[in-house]
């Protein structure tokens, strides 16, 4: 059965008489523990798509349905790890896990379980060595990590990642997409992750969905990953399924792309 | 406050010197040079201001000292006022009072005034900034209010109270609360939306939206409005003092005009000087121990 089901998805966005349409006809069906990707140029509406999942906005036409219920409102079952990591600067690390931590399992657990359920998820990004420092004492990867770890303390049903490594560099970047596999890995968890980063999108991926151009976007193209995992970046570099996966991705982005310049 | 922690520290990091490599002899010696850097930055700001003060004395001493002068010079001040000066708690009758007695009694009212101005003004202003609606309606109310000078109130606020201790109270609480209230609400209006997002992740309520994101976040505006309205509040409760009488230091000023003692009156010039520049940097220091590590992203 269907995990997560987009069906007929449109969204267009009305301020005043004038009124954009951003999104049309987007059908996506996620399997459980499924990774899948989100790629397209810039202003294509895939920040759009996913804060319709998140709810964050809300579906102009068509439907999603997470386990079978209708997504309308924003909720900790879909965590949010946000482009620019979204700490909270007053909060340290570990009090800005303990604001999800308390407020999903503030019933549930009592304070010392809590309290090992925060560790756990620091340690799983290995940032408890810096629980109690600010978000302005810790480099821009770290604050991404305890993003990370805060989205993954409210044991979401899906992890919603929206370009989580876009504003790192390049070296940050790949440390932080083994973590993710790793993570992946080991709890399984479902996730959509949007990218601009093709190598990104090819060794993350179980499934890249590729967007076509803004006004009006829509899915172009589904592509499936079969590569093994575990997948370790220096083997890849050279194999044969991710070089022609990439050449799939490359090749849509750029004919899409030309076609954008001309009209 | 520093000083008595680099003393402490020294003292337990000296011992290890022997044995311990660099790290431990640099970190005192680090901290001597602060001791030095400290009482460079006391010097600096400490020394101009007291030569300032010590020529313009001179000046005034020199130019109300000949005969005809309409105002005392300070060694006059000095000489007739000399109580006043030493003693700001002696009591020797209910109306004859030191002015540390009198600038508290004043204190007290700024506070209950202020006080309730502060928290009024920060639910009013959170209110405001959360919704479009009653910004447009309530913002050109509150911009017209706001530049009513704080005496304007006294008379319709006596007539409310029929009291002059409510009605001052009442004076400093409507000339303070402005500020508050348009400071916290372009402090809330100026949440980022990256906040509200994980806010609704969250499902956070409307309580707990309110105390543990929009007071956080909206902390530097606030404290700013806050700041700005000690300074205004300590401004009108010498003026109301004066007119509702009491035992303040308005009240104290005003009397001391009516019978001519005018040296009395340049001291509690100093007094409220220093007390309304003590009340702001008090706000201002809370200011920054609260909102520390809040301000950038």
């Not at chain 1, 998140?54 to 999603?64: F, K, M, Q, R, Y």
């Not at chain 1, 997948?231 to 750029?254: G, P």
């Not at chain 2, 499902?203 to 929009?214: P, V």
């Amino acid at each position: 059965m269907t995990y997560l089901q987009i069906s007929a998805v449109g969204k267009t966005f009305t301020r005043g008489r004038a009124s954009t349409e951003v999104l049309r006809d987007i059908n996506l069906d996620i399997e459980k523990g499924e990774f899948v990707s989100i790629i397209g140029h810039s202003g294509c509406g895939k920040s759009t798509l996913l804060n319709l999942v998140a709810g964050l906005n809300e579906v102009s036409s068509g439907g999603i349905i997470l386990e079978n219920a209708e997504v309308h409102t924003p909720g900790p079952d879909r965590a949010v790890v946000f482009q620019n990591h979204s700490l909270l600067p007053w909060l340290t690390v570990y009090e800005n896990v303990n604001l999800a931590v308390a407020k999903v399992f503030g019933r549930r657990k009592s304070a010392a379980e809590r309290h090992d359920w925060i560790m756990d998820n620091l340690n799983l990004v290995q940032m408890a060595h810096a629980k109690d420092k600010r978000p302005t004492e810790i480099s821009g990867g770290m604050k991404q990590r305890v993003g990370i770890a805060r989205a993954l303390a409210m044991e979401p049903k899906i992890l919603l990642l929206d370009e989580p490594f876009g504003a790192l560099d390049a070296l940050t970047r790949a440390h932080l997409q083994d973590q993710m596999m790793e993570i992946h890995a080991r709890l399984g968890n479902t996730m959509i992750m949007i990218t601009h980063d093709v190598d990104e999108a090819v060794l993350l991926s179980d499934r890249i969905v590729m967007m076509t151009n803004g006004p009006a976007a829509t899915i172009g193209e589904v592509l499936d990953v079969p590569l093994e995992r575990p997948r370790r970046r220096l083997e890849l570099a050279s194999d044969r399924t991710y070089l022609k996966c990439r050449e799939a991705v490359l090749k849509f982005l750029y004919e899409r792309h030309r076609f954008v310049e001309a009209a | 406050m520093t000083l008595p922690a680099t003393d402490d520290s020294k003292i337990t990091a000296l011992p290890l010197k022997g044995k311990s490599a660099t790290v431990t002899t640099i970190a005192p010696s680090a901290r001597k040079l602060d001791i030095a850097a400290l009482t460079g930055t006391i010097g600096k700001n400490v020394i101009p201001p007291l030569i300032v003060l010590a020529v313009i004395l001179a000046i005034w001493q020199v130019v109300f000292s000949q005969p005809g002068s309409s105002l005392p010079p300070p060694s006059e001040v000095w000489a007739q006022s000399y109580d006043l000066i030493v003693d700001p708690f002696f009591v020797y009758g209910s109306q004859d009072i030191g002015l540390g007695l009198r600038v508290f009694t004043s204190l007290q009212r700024v506070a209950i005034g202020f006080g309730l101005a502060a928290i009024v003004g920060v639910a009013v202003g959170a209110v405001i900034g959360q919704s479009i609606w009653t910004m447009r309606g309530l913002d050109p109310i509150f911009q017209i209010l706001r530049t009513v000078p704080p005496l304007a109130w006294l008379p319709i606020s006596l007539a409310a109270f029929m009291d002059s201790g409510p009605s001052a109270i009442f004076v400093i609480f409507i000339t303070a609360i402005w500020p508050v209230i348009i400071n916290t609400a372009v402090g809330v209006r100026n949440i980022p939306q990256d906040y509200r997002n994980v806010a609704r992740v969250l499902r956070l309520n409307q309580l707990e939206f309110f105390t543990r994101i929009m007071v956080p976040a909206a902390a530097p505006y606030i404290f700013s409005g806050l700041r700005i309205g000690v300074g205004l509040s300590w401004l009108a409760i010498v003026a109301a003092e004066m007119l509702t009488g009491g035992v303040g230091i308005g009240f104290f000023i005003w009397d001391a005009w009516n019978s001519s003692r005018l040296t009395d009156i340049i001291v509690a010039l100093v007094y409220i000087g220093v007390v309304g520049f003590v009340l702001d940097r008090l706000v201002a220091l809370i200011g920054t121990l609260v909102t520390r590590g809040a301000s950038a992203s």
